[in-house]
C-alpha cells in the first residue's frame, strides 16, 4: 500500500461521493445493496465501496477535485 495511510475504511460520505463520480459502466449495486466500482488491482476487479483501500479512496477524491 504506501502513502503511509491507515487501515480505516471509507466514511459513507466518501463512498457517496466515489459512487456518484464512477461512470455506470464501472459500477454496480448488488441485490444485497452493497455498491461496487471497477478498481485496478493488477488486474481489473470489482470491489465494494467499504472495501477500497486508503490509497485508492485518496486518488478517487483528489481526481474529482481537478475536474
Known amino acids: 500500500m504506501g502513502g503511509g495511510a491507515s487501515l480505516s ?5 466518501q463512498q457517496d461521493l466515489i459512487f ?6 464501472y459500477k454496480w449495486v ?3 445493496g452493497t ?6 488491482r493488477g ?5 465494494a465501496l467499504q472495501d ?5 479512496v485518496t486518488q478517487r477524491l483528489a ?5
Not at 477500497?52 to 485508492?56: K, S
Open 9 to 13: 475504511k471509507p466514511t459513507q460520505a
Open 20 to 25: 456518484q463520480n464512477t461512470h455506470s459502466d
Open 30 to 32: 448488488f441485490q444485497d
Open 35 to 40: 455498491r461496487a466500482i471497477l478498481v485496478c
Open 43 to 47: 488486474a481489473t476487479t470489482i470491489v
Open 52 to 56: 477500497l483501500t486508503p490509497d485508492e
Open 63 to 67: 481526481s474529482y477535485k481537478r475536474k
